[in-house]
């Protein structure tokens, strides 16, 4: 009888693919739970797609009968195509995004309920969203949830919603419903956005009120209420059970609470879960992700069995080593020791330069002699880093591809103010501009007053008309007649020193502040939009130069968005950039306060912010491990005029490359004693348990700091300490059991015992 060829050497000789021993392990365990921990270019698609063409193939299971869950419809994609390329001949399995499932069980629950519904996102084109002032009546909105919320935040806050309020109202509310906060809390839920849980509320109940076209439903909608349907229709969650008998789910680090939680109802009855991730790339917990789910996955499924991918197939020895000991900095995680067998190629280097605007000019000299650009990659935290990139790129004549587009900086009223300030220049006879920024010059203009301006129509000055035709308190005269000069003052200034002139004589930059103060903006975000128009301007001779480049760029940023698999640079956030791969990449703007920034170090308690900070960490982790064989780290001295420090992760690496060289600064991430707390694989419990299962000694615990304080004597007001979390500080006052520490220009009231017990602070050397 002819004996049937091994899987794995079948597949081997058909398609060329040769999996590892731990690949060949997660294929073959198909009962029960597993977790499959898969280190950078560990071939984890390979493996998920081999496993379910196993299940198929050798046991015989119907392809109907396997649920794919991917989170993301790119991914989604990609494991259907390479489904059908690896296994040809078998029947297409269903690959599909979590929202899709969830979005299918509120159909057939609504369907059978006789329940009306309609979807309120992804319904129309963000650009053919109408400006207006939000002030529609409720009954006569568009229904589309960016409608409903502009004119629900007008109706509560009295402000029109700005573009990226907009973007932290809905990142608000994703983070909410995904993380299943009950509405009693969602005040608490951190915010810039005024009145946002208010907003939500009022939401909340549109929706319910369905406005003549029953439930409203938006896609976080569909995660909750699927949820909660699989909770109470007990007949329709038994169906979903009998329906699958296998169930994979991708990319698992970067899901929410609620996503689990439908998973874990679909599986409940035959337990055939594999979960594949990596906690260590768990990097959206803005959006509702969490990692914790991972590291207590033993928690609730207490048969699982977990297997390590660590062997990577996509990065040079010197980035994996580099890599794979920078990421041991995080101590709430699964201890992974990330390997390869590829030859080593160059260390990762960091250059340092006199400031921000030589970064660019750098990466443009060093850029334009490579043949390959569509191996290159520019990687940086914000979006708003890529608009100097642009500008110098296009410059140099060198094209590049932008992953995931941003064209908010464009219309930005920022950038629209600057322009009307310069237009204003040009004439002073139009009140239609004056009226777009009377309330952010120094001419103290009332609404009322500039209502009498706009009824004057004889094309005189604006300024004039309001002298002598506008009643004025007394104060108002001298600086509208100062406002008035310092315009045609402006008249014919080259356009960088137009924006300077904008920026301190009109008076600009002290109306932002004031903006800030009321309505919650971020002034460092504004002044950076104001920082790179002054880029853009720079050698350019005429504001109308200014304007047309601002115009030319903004073609060129949305042109760039159909060069994607060209011969060209790939700019990306490092968010975006997970899950691709590039022989040279360059992770630019690395300073502190944009990786890590304010936000990272910060948190309700000093444990919040470890866990805040581990997620940047494994933000940059991320970025480095996207590069095969060239990376580069940049950062420089001086950004806007002031002085500012190299990102502690960088510090990091430095030290990991020349061990020799004395640290700089002590470790981030949580201390070891407060991570191995009972709950959940945590760093020492992973390690022994998976070593107990490979046979290898497990690894050793976190030797204390032997430089750690330990006596409360030692503590003193005014005696300058390190925190491994919040850096340098100095000591405000101790009061009672609470100490009080000042940390650049943020006070922390720390716990004693606790800092003491667990090695917290260390006292810095005179």
């Given at each position: 009888m002819h004996q049937r060829k091994d899987f794995f050497a079948s597949k081997k000789e058909e398609l060329g693919v040769s999996l590892n021993e731990v690949q060949k392990q997660a294929v073959r365990e198909t009962e029960g739970p597993l977790l499959l921990l898969a280190s950078p270019?560990?071939?984890?698609?390979?493996?998920?797609?081999?496993?379910?063409?196993?299940?198929?193939?050798?046991?015989?299971?119907?392809?109907?009968?396997?649920?794919?869950?991917?989170?993301?419809?790119?991914?989604?994609?990609?494991?259907?195509?390479?489904?059908?390329?690896?296994?040809?001949?078998?029947?297409?399995?269903?690959?599909?995004?979590?929202?899709?499932?969830?979005?299918?069980?509120?159909?057939?629950?609504?369907?059978?309920?006789?329940?009306?519904?309609?979807?309120?996102?992804?319904?129309?084109?963000?650009?053919?969203?109408?400006?207006?002032?939000?002030?529609?009546?409720?009954?006569?909105?568009?229904?589309?949830?960016?409608?409903?919320?502009?004119?629900?935040?007008?109706?509560?806050?009295?402000?029109?919603?700005?573009?990226?309020?907009?973007?932290?109202?809905?990142?608000?509310?994703?983070?909410?419903?995904?993380?299943?906060?009950?509405?009693?809390?969602?005040?608490?839920?951190?915010?810039?956005?005024?009145?946002?849980?208010?907003?939500?509320?009022?939401?909340?109940?549109?929706?319910?009120?369905?406005?003549?076209?029953?439930?409203?439903?938006?896609?976080?909608?569909?995660?909750?209420?699927?949820?909660?349907?699989?909770?109470?229709?007990?007949?329709?969650?038994?169906?979903?059970?009998?329906?699958?008998?296998?169930?994979?789910?991708?990319?698992?680090?970067?899901?929410?609470?609620?996503?689990?939680?439908?998973?874990?109802?679909?599986?409940?009855?035959?337990?055939?879960?594999?979960?594949?991730?990596?906690?260590?790339?768990?990097?959206?917990?803005?959006?509702?992700?969490?990692?914790?789910?991972?590291?207590?996955?033993?928690?609730?499924?207490?048969?699982?069995?977990?297997?390590?991918?660590?062997?990577?197939?996509?990065?040079?020895?010197?980035?994996?080593?580099?890599?794979n000991r920078f990421i041991k900095r995080n101590k709430n995680r699964y201890e992974k020791n990330m390997f390869t067998r590829n030859p080593r190629s160059a260390p990762a280097q960091i250059r340092s330069f006199a400031d921000y605007k030589s970064q660019a000019k750098y990466l443009v000299e060093e850029i334009r002699g490579i043949a390959e650009l569509g191996e290159v990659a520019v990687l940086y935290r914000n979006n708003s880093s890529s608009i100097a990139l642009i500008n110098e790129f296009d410059r140099a004549g060198i094209p590049f591809f932008m992953k995931d587009t941003d064209n908010r900086f464009f219309s930005h009223w920022v950038v629209e103010d600057v322009l009307n300030f310069m237009r204003m220049s040009f004439t002073d006879k139009r009140a239609d501009l004056l009226e777009t920024i009377h309330t952010k010059c120094a001419g103290y203009i009332t609404k009322g007053q500039m209502t009498q301006l706009l009824g004057i129509g004889n094309q005189e000055s604006v300024f004039d008309n309001l002298l002598k035709h506008v009643p004025l308190k007394e104060y108002q005269v001298k600086q509208i007649e100062l406002l008035r000069d310092n315009f045609r003052r402006m008249n014919g200034m080259a356009p960088k020193d137009a924006i300077r002139h904008i920026r301190s004589k009109l008076g600009y930059e002290k109306a932002l502040d004031r903006l800030c103060e009321r309505l919650g903006f971020r002034k460092e975000h504004l002044l950076g939009i104001l920082n790179t128009l002054e880029e853009i301007a720079d050698t350019l001779a005429t504001m109308e130069e200014f304007a047309a480049r601002l115009k030319h760029l903004e073609g060129v940023l949305k042109s760039s968005k159909h060069k994607r698999g060209q011969n060209v640079v790939t700019f990306s956030t490092l968010h975006s950039a997970k899950g691709l791969e590039f022989e040279r990449v360059y992770m630019i703007d690395l300073i502190d306060g944009i990786i890590p920034s304010s936000d990272d170090k910060q948190g309700a308690t000093a444990e919040e912010a470890a866990l805040s900070m581990e997620e940047a960490v494994r933000l940059f982790y991320v970025g480095m491990t996207r590069a095969k064989r060239h990376l580069e780290l940049l950062t420089y001295?001086?950004?806007?005029?002031?002085?500012?420090?190299?990102?502690?992760?960088?510090?990091?690496?430095?030290?990991?490359?020349?061990?020799?060289?004395?640290?700089?600064?002590?470790?981030?991430g949580r201390p070891a004693a407060a991570v191995t707390s009972g709950r959940g694989p945590a760093a020492a419990q992973a390690g022994a348990?998976?070593?107990?299962?490979?046979?290898?000694?497990?690894?050793?615990?976190?030797?204390?700091?032997?430089?750690?304080?330990?006596?409360?004597?030692?503590?003193?007001?005014?005696?300058?300490?390190?925190?491994?979390?919040?850096?340098?500080?100095?000591?405000?006052?101790?009061?009672?059991?609470?100490?009080?520490?000042?940390?650049?220009?943020?006070?922390?009231?720390?716990?004693?015992?606790?800092?003491l017990e667990m090695g917290l602070l260390e006292l810095e050397k005179s």
């Open positions: 270019g560990s071939g984890k698609t390979t493996t998920i797609i081999m496993r379910i063409g196993y299940l198929i193939e050798r046991m015989g299971v119907e392809p109907s009968r396997i649920k794919a869950v991917t989170f993301s419809r790119a991914s989604a994609a990609d494991m259907k195509e390479r489904f059908a390329r690896f296994f040809p001949g078998l029947e297409p399995v269903k690959f599909s995004t979590i929202h899709s499932l969830a979005f299918q069980v509120l159909r057939e629950h609504f369907y059978k309920t006789r329940t009306p519904y309609h979807l309120i996102e992804g319904q129309m084109e963000l650009e053919e969203e109408t400006e207006g002032d939000g002030a529609q009546p409720a009954d006569q909105l568009p229904l589309h949830k960016k409608f409903i919320l502009r004119h629900l935040f007008k109706t509560i806050a009295g402000e029109n919603i700005t573009d990226e309020q907009m973007e932290e109202l809905t990142t608000y509310i994703s983070l909410v419903k995904n993380k299943m906060i009950p509405p009693e809390r969602w005040d608490s839920v951190k915010t810039d956005v005024p009145q946002a849980h208010r907003v939500l509320i009022a939401y909340e109940e549109y929706k319910r009120a369905g406005s003549g076209k029953g439930l409203l439903v938006d896609f976080d909608d569909m995660l909750t209420i699927g949820n909660e349907i699989l909770e109470r229709d007990r007949e329709l969650l038994r169906r979903y059970q009998r329906r699958y008998d296998y169930v994979l789910t991708d990319e698992s680090q970067d899901t929410s609470l609620v996503q689990h939680a439908i998973i874990e109802k679909l599986v409940r009855e035959h337990g055939n879960l594999c979960v594949v991730a990596d906690d260590d790339q768990s990097i959206y917990s803005w959006r509702g992700a969490d990692p914790s789910y991972l590291l207590n996955f033993k928690d609730a499924y207490p048969a699982a069995l977990t297997l390590f991918m660590e062997q990577n197939y996509r990065s040079s020895r010197d980035i994996v080593d580099v890599a001295k001086m950004r806007d005029g002031e002085k500012v420090q190299e990102s502690p992760f960088v510090t990091d690496v430095r030290q990991l490359l020349n061990p020799g060289k004395p640290a700089v600064r002590p470790e981030p348990g998976r070593a107990a299962a490979s046979g290898k000694s497990a690894s050793p615990a976190r030797k204390k700091n032997p430089n750690a304080v330990r006596q409360a004597a030692d503590l003193a007001a005014g005696r300058d300490v390190l925190h491994p979390v919040f850096g340098s500080g100095t000591i405000v006052k101790l009061a009672g059991e609470r100490i009080h520490i000042r940390f650049g220009t943020t006070d922390k009231v720390l716990s004693v015992a606790t800092c």
